[in-house]
């Protein structure tokens, strides 16, 4: 039994496998995302890792041949990649799911010993994405539809990915990419960064000079779903990961809560302040429901492209507000906002909202 890809246009046409996204008319779906209808045997924290467990299972024996997504991007495109070439994809599963975890929530174990072959492969195909087709997320700023313009990316990967897969050190595209992110983790590890933990509210404080590629940021901050980054001379955003626009398998979450009134309480702060210049950017936030919702001083709204680019590859404003002081009125907005509200497993977008609104779930 041989599986093969068909672009996600073409997913009611044949009964259909769909990883990392769902669609009306899929006759099985793996997917991380909240709420998607992935069988409870199979969910796993990443796309990739649920179809690893569904081809372990006797039912991928007779499962649906044809595969598709509709977009790409690591997490998806391993699960893909996966189904199309099992037997491989299982002989490399750890690194796979390594892959995975770090191509979706930024996160990387540096103690694992394929840590550096997991970095090798996410750069080499983030830099292959980008030089051949588009950044991530970019699809629209070239009028095209995602789900149809990504299936160019799978047609492209799927047949070259398991050479690098076998032998990723040999490989040279993705080094620079590679090298930039090894030399971030260095100042991550070093006496130049420190980190404060709030685990009852999800909170990572990190405080580093400059700003820096996320795989290096977001590296030891698993376990966490908001990420404070302080940097030198009060530059500072705030980032509700990844982790909790998904349905995470492994551990129990605090839901979301919308960052427009820390945005409010922030720009109030702003504004008591003497030494505020006149055209002094404001503090604003994505909405609930991005996928990585952001609250930081801008001047214009970001594209969605923009917002998943690194951060050191943005302008990121000073502002007036001391470092203990913004840190001080973000722990006091979620310590607030938490007040009553449990982790839990597998939360709706519905129980979320009255979550954020004071409701209970």
């Known amino acids: 039994m041989k599986r093969f890809f068909v672009p996600f246009r073409a997913l009611r046409q044949q009964p259909t496998l769909v990883v990392d996204s769902v669609g009306l008319g899929a006759a099985l779906t793996l997917a991380h995302w909240r ?6 045997a199979w969910r796993d924290d990443t796309s990739a890792g649920s179809v690893l467990r569904y081809l372990r299972s006797p039912a991928a024996a007779a499962g649906p041949l044809a595969v598709t997504a509709n977009h790409f991007d690591i997490d998806g495109f391993l699960g893909v990649w996966a189904l199309v070439h099992p037997a491989l994809a299982l002989a490399h599963e750890p690194l796979l799911r ?26 080499w195909l983030n830099t292959e994405e980008k030089a051949r087709f588009y950044e991530p997320f970019g699809a629209t700023a070239r009028q095209r539809r995602e789900d149809e313009a990504s299936a160019e990316k799978f047609e492209w990967f799927l047949p070259r990915f398991a050479q690098v897969l076998t032998n990723s050190a040999a490989v040279a595209v993705g080094r620079v990419e590679y090298e930039r992110v090894r030399a971030a983790t260095a100042v991550m590890q070093s006496p130049a960064t420190q980190l404060r933990r709030y685990p009852e509210i999800g909170l990572v404080v990190v405080q580093t000079p400059t700003p820096l590629p996320y795989y290096a940021l977001f590296g030891p901050t698993a376990g966490c779903d908001i990420v404070l980054s302080i940097y030198d001379n009060q530059r500072y955003e705030l980032e509700c ?39 002094h950017p404001g503090w604003a936030a994505d909405s609930l429901t991005d996928t990585g919702p952001l609250l930081r001083l801008t001047s214009r709204k970001l594209s969605k492209a923009q917002r998943y680019a690194d951060p050191d590859g943005r302008e990121i404003h000073a502002s007036t507000i001391a470092p203990v002081a913004l840190e001080a009125a973000v722990v006091a907005f979620l310590r607030a906002g938490y007040t009553g509200i449990q982790p839990k497993k597998y939360w709706s977008w519905d129980e979320i909202r009255a979550a954020s609104s004071g409701g209970q779930p």
């Not at 709420?35 to 409870?40: I, K, L, S, V």
């Open 35 to 40: 709420g998607a209808a992935t069988p409870p």
């Open 98 to 123: 390594l892959t995975a975890t770090l191509g979706d929530f930024r996160e990387l174990d540096w103690d694992n010993p394929l840590a550096p072959d997991a970095l090798r492969l996410a750069c």
């Open 241 to 279: 990961k990844y982790t909790t626009w998904v349905d995470l398998e492994s551990r129990p979450a605090l839901p979301r809560l919308p960052l427009a009134p820390l945005a409010a309480c922030l720009n109030q702060l702003e504004n008591q302040l003497k030494n505020r210049p006149a055209n």
